[in-house]
């Protein structure tokens, strides 16, 4: 699909009066009986309910289908303000994003999901992976039979909209890196302009600043500090499919390397409430592990949650391009 795609407590109160208590404090007692279950229940007002996975699906298929009818003007609905996406050209905001999907030439005759899942970073966020089979080609060229998708929602009000999407066409883990596939998600939106180039700022510094660690422990090798960037339930989603915390850190620290080293790039963060934020950059990569080249260039979108005063890892996925 076209890298845009984004639902839709009860109060108690507990009675326990003495027989012979003076009417006097049985009115007081009632009194703030009264005020406390008025508090709790304005504060069950303000408390939204957790989405369920098949309501966030009933938004990701809106989206799919805008794409597959070519309706573009369902994204200024179903996107983010904040939402953050990837083209052959760089970075897209809302507005590059939604005109691409205006721009764009599809002709999808069809498409299926498998394996939904969906997990929560906080409250206000919400992950959706799953893979998707399609059949069909966007300005004269195939989009990939079939990838892995990752769709992230943003709590709006009593709405729920898409704040990135990410695809990777499926590959063997055991094969070599390839380039970018023709008919990939970037291609998907090649003509759109790049945004302006991210400017630093604090949260992106410090955003930035785990990556840099969790990379550096890639670079040597280093399990242990591996883990300690990672929340307990961290994912990473790519194009050989998920990979919960151990199964990362096994993947990013066992296999024999040489040559190793990284730069990163064009970094920017965005906040998603008050312990969850979002950071995107390019990263060249250098090296080999298992006598295979490493990806050369990704794109990179890294969730992050604040336990305490650090910022760790909970949700990572990246891209060739």
Known sequence: MMNIKPILLMAAATLAFGACQPAANTTVSN???????????????TTAAAPTQDALFAVEKQGWEAWKNHTPETFG????????????????????????????????????????????????????????????????????????????????????????????????????????????????????????????????????????QAWDAWKKRDAKAVDSMMTNDFMYVSGTGRKDKAASIKAWSEPKCEGLDYTFSDPKGVSLGKDVALVTYKADVKGTCDGKPNQPHLWVASFDMKEGDNWKNAFYTDLNR
């Not at 009194?31 to 007002?45: D, E, G």
């Not at 069909?136 to 709590?155: F, H, I, M, N």
């Open 77 to 212: 609905e179903i996107l983010s303000d904040k939402y953050v996406g990837f083209a052959k050209t760089g970075r897209q905001d809302k507005a590059a994003a939604v005109k691409s999907m205006t721009d764009a030439k599809c002709d999808i005759k069809s498409y299926s999901w498998s394996d939904q899942q969906m997990r929560m970073l906080g409250s206000d966020v919400a992950v959706l992976t799953f893979k998707a089979a399609q059949d069909g080609t966007c300005d004269g060229k195939q989009v990939p039979a079939e990838v892995w998708a990752s769709s992230v929602y943003l709590r709006d009000g009593d709405k729920w909209k898409n704040v990135l999407y990410a695809e990777n066409p499926v590959t063997d883990p055991n094969a070599s890196p390839a380039k970018a596939a023709a008919g990939s998600p970037a291609d998907k939106t090649e003509e759109s302009k790049p945004t302006d180039a991210a400017k630093p700022d604090s949260l992106t510094d410090s955003l930035i600043a785990v990556e840099t």
């Open 31 to 45: 009194s703030n009986m009264s005020a406390s279950a008025n508090m709790n229940a304005n504060a069950a007002k």
